[in-house]
């Protein structure tokens, strides 16, 4: 069974930084792409960013370039987000997904409040 | 950037009822779309995938159509695990999602 567990979230102060971590279960991790999607409290679902299998390739939105940054381990099978200069907008459920352009697996999301 | 337009909002319905979502992209996405289901407080289900292919598991009622700029989902007949909201994805240059569709109860 895919299992896909994020963890990391919390409160942090503008300006602060977070590390998420994603950790992947009952598949192939080093096989597929991996995305990070993001929800607003009582908004809608925002893609984050994504990376290859290699992690050759990186991609993400615009509103988190130059801040956050995209990385995994294939042998921890991990998946990370390392977020600095948080501001208020980037409150929101964090979900790790696997990747195959569809997302066909999410994790259960980890909340990340960004506040003074 | 793809911009993508669901409509409605918000749907009232029945149990049985045959319910349609639409989708518009900004521009062309091919077939590069997908349907999630998102309940509150839990992760988006994948429903259905490039465009029209039904995701493992998901039940034959949910169907979806659609190429270039306008695709449906649509649900033959709703039933009661079935209120939900809807999200729309493309994935033809990096990935957008839809505002989202709540199907509420009528």
């Known amino acids: 069974e895919v299992q896909l567990v994020e963890s990391g979230g919390g409160l942090v102060q503008p300006g602060g930084s977070l590390r998420l971590s994603c950790a992947a279960s009952g598949f192939t991790f080093s096989n597929y792409w991996m995305s990070w999607v993001r929800q607003a409290p009582g908004k809608g679902l925002e893609w984050v960013a994504n990376?290859?299998?290699?992690?050759?390739?990186?991609y993400n939105v615009d509103s988190v370039k130059g801040r956050f940054t995209i990385s995994r381990d294939n042998a921890k099978k991990s998946l990370y987000l390392q977020m600095n200069s948080l501001r208020a907008e980037d409150t929101a459920v964090y979900y790790c997904?696997?990747?195959?352009?569809?997302?066909?697996?999410w994790g259960q999301g980890t909340l990340v409040t960004v506040s003074s | 950037d793809i911009q993508m337009t669901q409509s409605p909002s918000t749907l009232s319905a029945s149990v049985g009822d045959r319910v349609t979502i639409t989708c518009r992209a900004s521009?062309?996405?091919?077939?590069?779309l997908a349907w999630y289901q998102q309940k509150p407080g839990k992760a988006p289900k994948l429903l259905i995938y490039?465009?029209?292919s039904l995701e493992s598991g998901v039940p034959s009622r949910f169907s979806g159509s659609g190429s270039g700029t306008e695709f449906t989902l649509t649900i033959s007949s709703l039933q009661p695990d079935d209120f939900a909201t809807y999200y729309c994805?493309?994935?033809?240059?990096?990935?957008?999602f839809g505002q989202g569709t709540k199907v509420e109860i009528k």
């Open positions: 990376i290859k299998q290699d992690g050759s390739e990186k």
């Open positions: 521009q062309s996405i091919s077939t590069w």
């Open positions: 490039k465009a029209s």
């Open positions: 994805q493309q994935y033809n240059i990096y990935w957008t």
């Open positions: 997904a696997r990747d195959k352009d569809q997302l066909d697996h």
